[in-house]
C-alpha cells in the first residue's frame, strides 16, 4: 500500500480543478452511461464487442475527437477498388490521415525565403500544427504521427498480425499461456488469415527464391494479415475497427460520438467520477458519468488525456520504445522473370494474360497479388521482416517502374528499454498566464526525449545487412529507393507509455490494464505493452484489451 501511495503522491487536481458540482451549475449537458470509451480504433473496438456481447444490458458511450471519414463506421480505406487496382495512390491517403505530434523549431527554418517575408525567430518559434519550440530535434520522434478519425490508424494500416516471440513477451505481467489464448481471440477478432495470397505468381516466386536461398534453417512463410479475400478473387477485404466492432456498432446500447474531444477525467478519491468532452462543431461541453471509463486512444493521446486530468504517476509517458525500420525496394531479376515464363505452374495464368495482353513485356496479369511474405524473429535475428508490396507514407513507385516487378523489403527492428525514455507534455510556467503550449487540438503538447542504445544501433546495423542480403537474392535495388534507415518514429508502433505491470512505482497500469489506484479505470493500446518488440503490436494490444474488457464486464455485472 505505501510503494501504491508513493507512486500516486502526485494523483490529484490543482486547487482550480473543475468539479462536478461546479459542472452542474454551470449547465453543462450531463450524459449517464454504463461504460463510457475514449477513442474508436480496434483497441477501442474490442472493448466495445467484448462488452456488448457478453454483458446483456450495459450500455456504452464511444467519443472519437475526429470525424466519421467512411458510410461504415471505422473500414479500412484501402478496400476501395481504385487503390487496390493502384496501390501507390493509397500512399496519399496515409499521409493526409497523419497530423504531426512534434516540430522542432530546426524544421521551420527556410534559408532561401525573401527577407521582405515573415519568418519565426528563435525567440518566438511557431507553435501551430505541431509545431514545438520545446522540441530538441535529437531527440526527436520526427517520423510520429496521430491520425484522428473513427477507426484510427486502422484505416491505413498495414494489417500484418504476427504473434509475438517469447522475447517480445517477456515482460508481461501475467503467464504466457494466457497470454497466447487471449491472442487466439484477437486472431479471430480481427479476421486473421496467412493463406490469402497464395495465389499470387509475385508470392510465390518471391518466397520460393528466399527458400531456395537461405535453405531449411531459415524459412521464409506468409505473411500473417487482417484480411480476407473477396468472392471477387481480385479483391480483398482488408480488417479494420468495423472488423472488430462487427454488429455491437449497430446495437441499440451502443452510441458514436465522432468530433469530439476527451478533455480530462474527473476523479475523487479513487474512483473517476466524469468525463469532461467537448463538441469540436458546436463547441459545447458535455459531462459523461459512467461506471467504468477506457482510454484507448493511442500511446500519444492516452497519456496526454491522462496528463490533462492530472493523473501522473511516475511512469506516465516513460519506458518508451519504437522501433526502427530498414527499407528498400528491389526489381526482380530478369532471370526470376523469365522463370515465371517457363514455369508450367503459372503456365495457365501467363497464356491467358498474354492472350489479352499479347504487347504487355511482363508474363504477370495485372491484378496478379501482391506477395506478402515474412521470416519470423528469432534470437539470432531479432527484428521483424515484412517482405511485399504495400502502401506506406513513403515507398511509392510512381512512374519510374512497373509496380509488378517491385518488392518493397521492411525490416523492423526493437529497441532497448529505457526509463528515460519518454514523451512528455506541456505544464507550463505557474507564474505566466497561458503559458502552457497546446496542440492544435486544445491539449497538452507533446515533446519527445528519446535516445538509442549503442547495443539498438549495432542491432540495426546486422538487420541492415541482413535485409540487403535478401534483396541482392530478389534483385536490384530501384533507384531512389537504396537500403536507408527511416526517420525515427515511422513506424507508428510505440509502445511502454502508459505500461502495464505489477510495481505502480515502475508501470501505469496492473496486469488487467486498470490504473493502479483508481478502481474504475482502464487503458487499451500499443502504450500498455511493457516490452521492447520488433513486430506489430496490435495483435498483442488487442490481447490486453481483451483482458481488461472481460474485467470491465465482471466488474459491471
Known amino acids: 500500500m505505501q510503494a501504491v501511495q508513493e507512486a500516486f503522491a502526485n494523483l490529484a487536481f490543482d486547487k482550480d480543478q473543475l468539479t462536478i458540482k461546479a459542472l452542474e451549475e454551470g449547465g453543462v449537458e450531463m450524459v449517464e452511461t454504463d461504460c463510457f470509451i475514449a477513442g474508436s480504433g480496434p483497441i477501442a473496438a474490442t472493448f466495445a464487442r467484448t462488452i456488448i456481447d457478453k454483458h446483456p444490458s450495459a450500455k456504452i458511450l464511444m467519443a472519437e475527437i475526429g470525424s466519421q471519414d467512411s458510410v461504415h463506421p471505422g ?164 480488417s479494420g475497427a468495423d472488423t472488430v466492432f462487427g454488429d455491437s456498432i449497430k446495437s441499440p446500447r451502443f452510441t458514436l460520438k465522432a468530433e469530439t474531444r476527451v478533455t480530462r477525467l474527473l476523479v475523487d478519491g479513487g474512483n473517476v467520477v466524469g468525463a469532461l468532452l467537448k463538441d469540436l462543431q458546436t463547441r459545447k461541453e458535455i459531462l459523461v458519468k459512467a461506471k467504468s471509463y477506457v482510454i484507448a486512444c493511442g500511446a500519444i493521446c492516452t497519456p496526454q488525456i491522462l496528463f490533462n486530468s492530472y493523473i501522473r504517476p511516475h511512469a506516465l509517458g516513460r519506458y518508451l520504445t519504437e522501433q526502427t525500420i530498414a527499407f528498400c525496394q528491389i526489381v526482380l531479376k530478369k532471370t526470376i522473370i523469365d522463370g515465371i515464363r517457363t514455369n508450367p505452374e503459372f503456365k495457365a495464368l501467363v497464356d491467358a494474360h498474354k492472350a489479352q495482353n499479347p504487347k504487355d513485356p511482363l508474363p504477370i496479369p495485372y491484378d496478379d497479388p501482391e506477395p506478402q511474405v515474412t521470416t519470423a524473429y528469432s534470437p539470432e535475428h531479432p527484428w521483424h521482416t515484412q517482405i511485399h508490396r504495400d502502401a506506406f507514407s513513403y515507398g511509392d513507385v510512381g512512374p519510374r517502374a512497373d509496380p509488378r516487378v517491385i518488392v518493397d523489403l521492411r525490416f523492423f527492428g526493437k529497441t532497448e528499454i529505457q526509463e528515460k525514455n519518454r514523451v512528455e507534455f506541456s505544464r507550463g510556467d505557474p507564474k505566466i498566464v497561458n503559458s502552457q503550449l497546446l496542440d492544435m487540438y486544445g491539449m497538452p503538447q507533446a515533446t519527445f526525449v528519446y535516445e538509442r542504445s549503442l547495443a539498438d544501433a549495432e542491432r540495426d546495423h546486422r538487420m541492415m545487412q541482413d535485409m540487403c542480403t535478401a534483396a541482392n537474392h530478389l534483385g536490384g535495388f530501384l533507384p531512389g529507393s537504396y537500403p536507408q534507415f527511416m526517420e525515427p518514429g515511422l513506424t507508428l508502433h510505440i509502445t511502454g507509455t502508459t505500461r502495464a505491470g505489477k510495481d505502480p512505482a515502475t508501470s501505469v497500469v496492473d496486469p488487467s490494464s486498470k490504473v493502479h489506484g483508481i478502481d474504475n479505470l482502464w487503458l487499451g493500446g500499443n502504450n500498455v505493452i511493457p516490452d521492447e518488440t520488433a513486430c506489430n503490436p496490435t495483435l498483442t494490444s488487442m490481447a490486453y484489451a481483451l483482458k481488461a474488457a472481460d474485467q470491465i464486464v465482471a466488474t459491471l455485472k
Not at 126 to 155: D, F, W, Y
Not at 171 to 190: H, K, M, Y
Not at 202 to 218: E, F, I, Q
Open 75 to 238: 473500414t479500412h480505406h484501402k478496400n476501395a477498388v481504385k487503390y487496390q487496382i493502384d496501390i501507390d495512390k493509397f500512399t496519399n491517403v496515409i499521409q493526409a490521415a497523419l497530423q504531426p505530434v512534434s516540430v522542432p523549431p530546426s524544421a521551420t527554418y527556410m534559408s532561401t525565403l525573401s527577407g521582405v517575408s515573415w519568418a519565426p525567430t528563435l525567440e518566438q518559434p511557431l507553435i501551430m500544427s505541431g509545431h514545438n519550440p520545446e522540441q530538441k530535434a535529437e531527440l526527436n520522434l520526427g517520423g510520429c504521427g496521430v491520425t484522428r478519425t473513427v477507426g484510427g490508424m486502422a484505416t491505413h494500416w498495414t494489417c500484418a498480425v504476427p504473434r509475438p516471440h517469447l522475447e517480445e513477451s517477456k515482460n508481461c505481467p501475467f503467464p504466457r499461456t494466457e497470454l497466447d489464448a487471449l491472442i487466439d481471440r484477437a486472431s479471430v477478432l480481427i479476421n486473421m488469415h496467412a493463406n490469402e495470397f497464395d495465389e499470387s505468381i509475385r508470392h510465390r516466386v518471391v518466397r520460393k527464391t528466399l527458400n531456395d536461398a537461405y535453405g531449411p534453417s531459415r524459412p521464409f512463410t506468409n505473411l500473417p494479415l487482417a484480411v480476407k479475400r473477396n468472392e471477387n478473387k481480385k479483391f480483398v477485404t482488408w
